[in-house]
Nanobody, 122 residues
Framework: QVQIVESGGGLVQPGGSLRLSCAAF????????AGWYRQAPGKQRELVAN??????????NYSDSAKGRFTISRDGAKNTVYLQMNSLKPEDSAVYYC?????????????WGQGTQVTVSS
């Protein structure tokens, strides 16, 4: 069984920073790719950033709102993906979810975490 656990959310003032972590636990053979999504009240869940393995290195994508402010990275040895968020704005407030495609012995499968709340407010 694979468990995805997000952490690092909290309350921060506008202009501040947070670092979210997404760790995959279980008997993981391969960690393929992962993404951070967010969902604000009354809005649809949206992609923030994702990271995967490409032919010549990591493939990374950011939403327009995340470009230049957020950085996604991963530590393969720890099966952990990070989202460094800088210059946070009130509109970044949302529950942030992580999904990861991992192989726990039965082929690649997508797993979701429970989410971590990010609130940007003065």
């Amino acid at each position: 069984q694979v468990q995805i656990v997000e952490s690092g959310g909290g309350l921060v003032q506008p202009g501040g920073s947070l670092r979210l972590s997404c760790a995959a636990f279980g008997s993981i053979f391969s960690f393929y790719n992962a993404g951070w999504y967010r969902q604000a009240p009354g809005k649809q869940r949206e992609l923030v950033a994702n990271i995967g393995s490409g032919g010549s290195g990591e493939l990374i994508n950011y939403s327009d709102s995340a470009k230049g402010r957020f950085t996604i990275s991963r530590d393969g040895a720890k099966n952990t993906v990070y989202l460094q968020m800088n210059s946070l704005k009130p509109e970044d407030s949302a529950v942030y979810y992580c999904d990861a495609v991992v192989d726990a012995g039965r082929g690649p499968h997508r797993y979701w975490g429970q989410g971590t709340q990010v609130t940007v407010s003065s």
